[in-house]
């Protein structure tokens, strides 16, 4: 009797049919129905995976749970706090909006720029809120960013640094929250047309231009120039949300010059000009205060959000330097605990040290250049003391100190 020739049991097919016919335990199956099996695997995988696609889930923290938080950190600026706090809670909310055809309306995203003078807490409010974020977070600076093909980085280096904050993930990327800080640096120079081009002002504003609307950007993957031959990223920047910050510095002139515009003759009523404080017009400052400054208004119509910080005043000072959980106070009172010194500071010193940072106008920060010309000696003298187990700054201590400084001469000077 003659033996029975092997075939597979899905197409019948005999072995010398086909090209390669693979035994199992209870019969065959040729080469040609396994890859056409896998291609009706990996379709209907891929249909079942759209089909079930959820809007992905965050760790929601309410606008007053986030304000309470920086609150901790980050002393008065209601305003600027609010805005925040409004916007990031939104950006979750629009990534776990499902989506659906059905749905006509969809959230777009509102970017957010934010003016205040230097020291007065744009950058630290954005490095506090990232300690809280679920999602990617990152901080770029514009000052160094040109328009492409000038020396300089390009402005997708903004978006190569959110992809390291997400470990590569580009996924994790799309859904992040990027802050560009220095945004003021790149003002148009002059309102007058010129031959030469203005690379790292108004040519980086129309590069961002894409970025901030929402559009897929080649992102190199080191960051740096883009070379031919390096392999990019894409990147879809409509779900990541754009927050700018600047001091834009002499904006007080434009926003003053616009309130105090009235029409030619006799006015019969002063008093709304009156109320008006030079010590506090950024609350009124606008997008066209902006643009006068030298921002384009297509920026300006993709950062539809315009809020604003306070200069900094005495009390304001005075509460930096004790009640936040990072003090300067608490910083140093550490620096000293780890030498086994308890450090203590006097009222009336306090007062001196916020009395110098209010004349020099540099808001936060001048009051660590302050505090470490006082407490600099004492750094330096007392490790070696150890018999010294307390130090107390006095009024007289730090005026001492203080006065033998560089600060106190140039001011003398001047």
Do not use: W
């Not at 994790?172 to 802050?179: C, L, Y």
């Not at 990019?232 to 010059?257: D, V, W, Y």
């Not at 404080?277 to 300006?300: A, C, W």
């Amino acid at each position: 009797m003659k033996q029975q020739q092997p075939y597979c049991v899905l197409c019948g097919r005999s072995q010398k049919e086909v090209p390669l016919l693979m035994e199992g335990m209870d019969g065959h199956i040729c080469s040609d129905c396994v890859s056409q099996a896998y291609q009706v695997v990996q379709t209907e995988l891929h249909s079942e995976k759209h089909k079930n696609k959820k809007a992905p889930k965050f760790q929601v923290i309410k606008p007053i749970e986030m304000k309470a938080y920086i609150d901790q950190y980050v002393i008065g600026q209601d305003e600027a706090k609010r805005h925040l706090c409004v916007a990031v809670y939104n950006h979750y909310k629009r990534l776990m909006q499902p989506k659906t055809k059905d749905d006509d309306i969809q959230i777009e995203k509102s970017n957010i720029i934010m003016v205040g003078e230097t020291g007065t807490g744009k950058t630290y409010m954005a490095r506090t809120i990232a300690k809280m974020l679920q999602v990617p977070f990152c901080i770029a600076d514009a000052t160094v960013v040109t328009e492409a093909g000038y020396v300089g980085e390009d402005v997708e280096s903004i978006l190569t640094r959110l992809l390291q904050a997400a470990d590569y993930d580009v996924a994790k990327a799309e859904m992040g929250i990027v802050f560009i800080d220095e945004i003021d640096k790149i003002a148009r120079k002059s309102d007058n047309p010129s031959i030469t081009r203005d690379v790292s002002g108004e040519g980086v504003q129309q590069a961002l231009l894409k970025l901030l609307e929402g559009s897929v950007v080649n992102c190199p993957p080191q960051g740096g120039r883009k070379h031919p031959d390096q392999k990019m990223i894409p990147i879809n920047t409509e779900n990541i949300l754009f927050i700018c910050g600047g001091a834009f510095n002499g904006i007080q002139r434009h926003i003053s010059k616009r309130l105090n515009t009235q029409p030619i003759g006799f006015s019969s009523d002063d008093s709304f000009f009156e109320e008006f404080d030079d010590n506090h017009l950024m609350r009124y400052v606008t997008s066209q205060d902006l643009k006068s400054f030298g921002l384009i208004p297509e920026l300006l119509g993709r950062l539809p959000v315009v809020t604003y910080l306070n200069p900094l005043n005495k009390e304001t000072l005075l509460t930096i330097l004790t009640d936040p959980k990072n003090a300067l106070t608490k910083q140093y009172h550490k620096l000293f605990k780890m030498e086994g010194i308890d450090l203590a500071f006097e009222k009336a010193a306090l007062e001196y040290i916020v009395d110098q940072a209010m004349e020099y106008k540099l808001g936060a920060r001048g009051l660590r250049s302050i505090c470490e010309s006082i407490i600099t000696d004492a750094m330096f003298e007392l490790p070696s003391q150890t018999e010294i187990k307390h130090l107390n700054i006095t009024l007289p201590y730090a005026r001492e100190k203080f006065e033998r400084t560089v600060f106190h001469k140039m001011k003398k000077a001047a």
